[in-house]
């Protein structure tokens, strides 16, 4: 019955800030115990988790993109954006938001959204 959608802009330029918003429908994210994930693709490689809004409010990070990612959440909205800095060519990527319970956050999804494709311009 949850539904996540992503939004945000067709494309992002070269070594500019990637904004993406994730609007949770029929649940919630201060449900107990959920997280709720960013995930990307890029063509040809595997899936990366980035970030993760803990249903208490705490955030968990990729270490290796950490310093250039931004989280927030709006509980009165049922939302969680996203904002990744200083995007390269290889941030060019599918962008999913996820709902987990813990365990592994890329294997143990229990919602997809649809996901975003974000091409990154010169």
């Known amino acids: 019955q949850v539904q996540l959608q992503e939004s945000g802009p067709g494309l992002v330029k070269s070594s500019q800030t990637l904004s993406l918003t994730c609007t949770v429908s029929?649940?919630?994210?201060?449900?107990?115990?959920?997280?709720w994930s960013w995930i990307r693709q890029p063509p040809g490689k595997a899936p990366e988790w980035i970030v993760a809004?803990?249903?208490?409010?705490?955030?968990y990070y990729n270490p290796s993109l950490q310093s250039r990612t931004s989280i927030s959440r709006d509980t009165s909205k049922n939302q969680f954006p996203l904002q990744l800095s200083d995007v390269t060519h290889e941030g060019a990527a599918i962008y999913y938001c996820?709902?987990?319970?813990?365990?592994?956050?890329?294997?143990?999804?229990?919602?997809w959204g649809q996901g975003n494709q974000v091409p990154v311009s010169s």
């Open positions: 029929d649940d919630s994210i201060t449900t107990t115990n959920s997280y």
């Open positions: 809004s803990h249903y208490a409010g705490n955030y």
């Open positions: 996820a709902r987990s319970y813990g365990g592994d956050l890329l294997d143990c999804v229990t919602a």
